[in-house]
Nanobody, 126 residues
Framework: QVQLVESGGGLVQPGGSLRLSCAIS????????IGWFRQSPGKEREGISC????????FYTDSMKGRFTISRDNAKNTVDLQMNNLQPEDTAVYYC???????????????????WGKGTLVSVSS
């Protein structure tokens, strides 16, 4: 059984940065594609980024390119999401998820992931 635990959320001022971390247990990290997603109040969950298993190629939803960076540390079994220039509209619960591949199409990351974490809250406010 694969378990994912997110950390690093919190309150940040507009223009600030946060680094989220997803810790994976139960299987070697490079066996899975890992994605980051978020759900804002009153909105549907949306994909941000995904890093593939094996070669670690990275993919981003078009609207998320430039401010978000995904990275993987196989030694620590973690996948991080660096978020810069955060704005109030970035306030959301952020989730990481695992699957055998990154589900992509039409410039976005799909929610077709097998295992999900419980999320970490990011609040952007002055």
């Amino acid at each position: 059984q694969v378990q994912l635990v997110e950390s690093g959320g919190g309150l940040v001022q507009p223009g600030g940065s946060l680094r989220l971390s997803c810790a994976i247990s139960g299987r070697r990290l490079d066996y899975y594609a890992i994605g980051w997603f978020r759900q804002s109040p009153g909105k549907e969950r949306e994909g941000i980024s995904c890093i593939s298993s094996g070669d670690g190629r990275t993919f981003y939803t078009d609207s998320m390119k430039g401010r978000f960076t995904i990275s993987r540390d196989n030694a620590k079994n973690t996948v991080d999401l660096q978020m810069n220039n955060l704005q109030p509209e970035d306030t959301a619960v952020y989730y990481c998820a695992a699957n055998s591949f990154c589900a992509l199409g039409s410039g976005r990351i799909y929610l077709s992931m097998r295992y999900w974490g419980k999320g970490t809250l990011v609040s952007v406010s002055s």
